[in-house]
């Protein structure tokens, strides 16, 4: 009876508050076990009391109470995480096999092994397929498998949605989204650093069926340099790279690491090992955003339709500016678009915008390559 309440998922909510006095249940089980051999266990239903052996229903029994006991404490783990880092535990929703990866998300391009490819079709084929395919035997309370993809790098310049991204990973996996950022290893402060970051990378060691993504860590994984301002930076490094490692090789959550600035990462980070995959995140591509027909102030704009009405000629250069802004960028054109009443002044609007856009951005006042440039550069990490 014990068991079969245990295994019903509705009561999963009732059941964690009974946690402690299901102790005593252990407690028993462990006290009436036969040792049928070293590293055996076998029980016995104790019905027949003159016979002084184990039966296999007892047995069975028993070990279907603890793998389902197994379970709801994997369950209190993954909350107790969320309530340690004082957020809100999302409600639970089922994987929806039939979905399609990131429908809303408007797709990029990524070049790999020097061939553009759909992000979102190249990350649901290396990236979600395998990981939703071993979804349900995770859940189970098995491991992913050695070959499975369950890590990654999402770099590329700010304001491509590498979060959202991620978040809509953990939506086609059904699993809850936990965005873990630095200031959550400074609550105790600088000097308490260390020590939290070993409680919280210890409590993701234990839990399973999370999406976690680390942001904005790139002051805590940059490449190891040897100048005495650099020493604490290096201490956090080499602190994570183990942390990391072994949350890999546990191989029960997927973890995610967005950054801007890829070419900071300590090189031990990007080998396999710690992450599979690497994947360049660029603002979505021209066709992608006429796709979409809600922009503007009152999301009812498509922009490739009112550029037609307002008798601009869209030429290569106007689609590859279009291209370069990112999701935010093209809503502030959109509504500027909205505003334009002349072929001029929608055309002006557009090279406003594109100038000042991200891409076209320098990295800092003493460079004079932009993200665009180095962008391109760097698409040679992608795998």
């Not at 019905?47 to 209190?76: G, M």
């Not at 039939?98 to 290396?126: I, Q, Y």
């Not at 950054?259 to 979505?284: K, S, W, Y």
Request: with cysteine; hydrophobic share 40%; net charge negative.
């Amino acid at each position: 009876m014990l068991t079969q309440l245990l295994s019903e998922s509705r009561l999963e909510d009732l059941l964690l508050e009974y946690l402690p006095n299901l102790s005593a249940a252990v407690e028993s089980v462990c006290q009436s076990a036969y040792s049928v051999k070293e590293g055996i266990q076998a029980w016995t239903s104790g019905h027949h009391p003159q016979l002084k052996f184990p039966e296999s229903w007892a047995t069975a029994s028993v070990y279907h109470f603890i793998h389902v006991l197994d379970r709801l404490l994997a369950e209190a783990v993954r909350r107790e995480l969320f309530h340690y880092l004082d957020l809100p535990f999302p409600e639970p929703v089922a994987r929806d096999t039939g979905a399609v990866f990131a429908k809303g998300f408007l797709d990029s391009t990524v070049d790999v092994d020097n061939r553009p490819r759909s992000l979102k079709d190249f990350l649901s084929e290396e990236f979600v397929k395998p990981l939703a395919a071993e979804a349900d035997s995770v859940a189970k309370g098995r491991a992913f498998k050695k070959g499975t993809p369950r890590s990654a790098i999402f770099f590329g310049p700010p304001g491509t949605s590498k979060t959202e991204l991620s978040k809509e990973i953990a939506k086609f996996l059904g699993w809850p989204h936990l965005a873990i950022d630095p200031s959550f290893l400074l609550r105790n402060g600088m000097d308490g650093i260390q020590a939290e970051a070993n409680t919280i990378f210890r409590m993701l060691e234990e839990t399973e069926r999370v999406v976690v993504l680390f942001d904005e860590f790139d002051e805590f994984v940059r490449e190891r340099g040897s100048s005495d301002a650099e020493q604490f930076s290096r201490l956090l490094t080499t602190a994570m790279l183990p942390k990391l490692a072994s949350i890999h090789k546990r191989a029960k959550l997927v973890f995610i690491i967005a950054t801007n600035n890829i070419r900071q990462f300590d090189l031990a980070i990007q080998r396999p090992g710690r992450f599979d995959r690497v994947v360049q995140v660029m603002p979505p591509t021209y066709e992608a955003k006429m796709a979409k027909r809600d922009w503007g102030p009152d999301e009812n704009i498509n922009p490739e339709e009112k550029l037609k009405e307002l008798n601009v000629n869209l030429t290569p250069q106007t689609k590859q500016r279009l291209g370069d802004l990112t999701y935010g960028e093209c809503d502030a054109f959109v509504t500027a678009l909205a505003k334009a009443t002349s072929s001029q002044a929608a055309t002006e609007a557009l090279d406003a915008h594109w100038k000042r856009c991200m891409l076209q951005t320098r990295l800092s006042h003493d460079e004079e390559t932009t993200w665009a440039e180095r962008c391109k550069s760097e698409a040679i990490h992608n795998r």
